[in-house]
């Protein structure tokens, strides 16, 4: 099956049949690959959703990096290393598969830059104590597990794929972070208040990151409509929620909402209102770390760019010495 | 078979030795061993607690990750060197890392050095990356099987840090007007700490042919590093050698600072378990 090439698009007769094939695809859940025609608004609403993972892969880095030095033993600290340096891989493959949307790595920086870009906002809260690194890995990371899961299947073809790696790289996070909780729990008094403590605080931001409730969620039907989004955000949260229960009776901890319940008659977990006051402020950039994230981003791409211009600038006289070499031979 | 030689040597031909199968063994340095392997796991523990900073903040993506797995080789490094050390004492290599104090640590300045900028980073592990070379690429024949275990391993790893610092060299040095000045910076600030790295201590008489002889390998790292210099038009810094006294337990103003940090969770918490 012959695709119509991305070159010819704005033809009507080349955007009709591209649109026909378009969506025999997406009714065949089948893939949207780079070169086949796409919707502009398709094209669009990937690019916009890829990169804001992509951007929350790298400001996330940041919360965890602050435990780095001080992590309280040299395993933990080589674990937590290997994680944030995992972060760095998916915002790589992330803005790798984006960039095969049109949109390059640069640009996408610099929308991030200059603010005009998103990242999940649970990366504004502060990552208080040791405990806050295994709630995170628990929670934070198992959230983004219940969300990234069925994106394996999103009907763009480079999304999916980076998702399957990523996923399975969270779920070891998931893993490692519920043990450092174990851990503590197993502990002293200290540290089990101090993991509590951290449960307490993460547990509501982590229930917001699927996003506002469905009946305030703007962009998902047309998401559900392209195969890109599966399950809507109260599904997801829902099952995040069911599985959270579980697992932390295994800590001999508690979750900070007595209205966490089963409801037999619907088959769905329940939970207590979220504040999403609170989101909507978040979102806005008024949390408590919004300002401190993007200084420290842009402080690193600014101290950066000397060194990203040396890489260019020998690049580009090794090519001109070898095509200069090539000449003379 | 002498305890030196009872050591992780459980390992098949061919699989890596890990801290854990130190951990396992029951190979037991002799007391100069042990301090011979402080030297070396500290070098290597505060050099990657300094690179762990770079995480998140590095230059382009790529550079975060290739920054964080020299570190975390080096943290790898470590740990194996410091449990084996502490086999000498009953310690864990936690013991060591977290609840030693300042004077008990035998690292070289040159680990102890701020980042500074990235061209500062990369001259320091340039250096360290090619005297590791130089070092674990001998002591692989050590009489000593656990540190010749160790050497095995790390030898591998550092052959990489090796060429990503080199090739950041070339880069830097022949990339912009800016950068090469940068360069030229970082390499002057770091040449009056490469000294210490080729003194012959006492210890070292004492360890036979379990340990490398830190003067032999200046040779071999001079002309490793001239080679670079010269192919980056760069030229070696003429500048005076710090005093050193690291394997003394004499350091520079800088460690007290990075062991705070290291060290504030794990003293707030004695006797726990992480």
Redesign the interface.
């Known amino acids: 099956m012959a695709a119509p090439a991305a070159t010819q698009y704005g033809s009507p007769d080349v955007d009709a049949a591209g649109q026909q094939l378009f969506d025999e695809l997406i009714i065949q859940d089948s893939r949207i690959e780079p070169r086949d025609w796409m919707p502009e608004a398709y094209r669009k609403s990937l690019t916009r959703q890829i990169s804001q993972h992509a951007h929350s892969e790298i400001i996330g880095m940041q919360p965890e990096a602050n435990w780095i030095t001080r992590a309280p033993s040299l395993k933990r600290k080589a674990i937590l290393m290997a994680k944030v340096q995992d972060e760095a891989g998916h915002g790589l493959y992330l803005y790798s598969a984006a960039e095969t949307l049109g949109t390059p790595r640069d640009k996408m920086t610099e929308d991030l830059i200059a603010g005009k870009a998103r990242y999940s906002s649970i990366f504004n809260y502060p990552v208080l104590t040791w405990a806050d690194i295994g709630a995170i890995g628990w929670l934070v990371d198992g959230a983004a597990i219940c969300n990234q899961v069925p994106l394996c299947r999103a009907s763009y073809g480079p999304y999916g794929r980076a998702m399957v790696r990523i996923c399975k790289e969270e779920s070891f996070h998931q893993r490692q972070g519920f043990e450092i909780l174990l851990e503590l729990a197993n502990g002293t008094q200290a540290q089990r208040d101090m993991a509590q403590d951290a449960i307490n605080r993460w547990y509501a931001p982590s229930l917001m990151m699927f996003g506002p409730p469905d009946d305030d969620s703007p962009n998902s039907n047309q998401s559900m409509a392209w195969n890109i989004k599966r399950f809507s955000n109260d599904e997801l949260r829902s099952r995040f929620v069911g599985m959270i229960a579980e697992q932390v009776k295994a800590l001999g901890l508690s979750l900070p909402d007595p209205d966490v319940r089963f409801n037999e008659d619907t088959g769905k977990w329940e939970y207590g209102p979220l504040d999403w006051e609170e989101f909507k402020e978040v979102l806005a950039g008024r949390g408590p770390c919004n300002a401190q994230r993007m200084e420290r981003r842009r402080e690193a791409h600014e101290d950066g760019a000397w060194v990203r211009e040396a890489a260019a600038a020998y690049a580009d006289k090794q090519a001109r010495g070898a095509a200069s070499a090539t000449e003379a031979a | 078979m002498s305890e030196a030689n009872a050591s992780a040597t459980r390992i098949t031909p061919g699989n890596a030795l890990r ?1 854990e199968d130190i951990a396992a063994s029951d190979a037991v340095p002799s007391p100069e061993a042990a301090e011979y392997a402080l030297w070396l796991g500290d070098d290597s ?1 505060i050099l ?2 300094r690179l ?2 770079w ?11 290739a920054l ?2 020299i ?2 080789d080096l ?2 490094h ?2 194996s060197f ?1 449990t084996y050390a502490g086999h000498a004492s009953g310690r864990t ?2 013991d060591l ?2 609840f030693r104090r300042e004077p008990e640590f035998r690292s070289a300045h040159l680990f102890e050095q701020p980042n500074g ?2 061209a500062r980073t990369i001259a320091r592990q340039f250096v360290v990356s090619h005297y590791q070379w130089e070092l674990y690429s001998r002591l692989t024949h050590s009489t000593d099987a656990t540190l010749a275990g160790i050497a095995a391993k790390a030898v591998k790893e550092v052959d990489y840090h090796r060429d990503h610092s080199l090739q950041w060299v ?3 040095a ?3 007007e ?2 090469r000045r ?1 360069m030229i910076a970082g390499l002057k600030l770091t040449w009056p700490y490469v000294e210490e790295l080729f003194a012959d201590e006492p210890l070292i008489d004492a360890l036979g042919g379990a340990a490398v002889r830190p003067s032999s390998l200046r040779e071999p790292f001079d002309a490793a590093v001239a080679a670079v210099l010269a192919e980056a038009d760069l030229e070696v810094p003429a500048v005076p050698g710090a005093t050193g006294g690291g394997r003394r337990g004499v350091h520079s103003e800088h460690l007290g600072y990075i062991l705070a ?2 060290q ?3 003293r707030e ?1 004695p ?4």
């Open positions: 801290p523990l990657a607690q762990g900073w995480i998140s903040r590095a230059p382009e993506l790529e550079e975060d990750v964080a797995n570190a975390l943290i790898g470590a740990r410091l290599e936690d890392a977290y900028d990235f070339l880069r830097l022949q990339g912009t800016e950068s940068r940090e290291l504030v969770l794990a918490h006797g726990a378990s992480w």
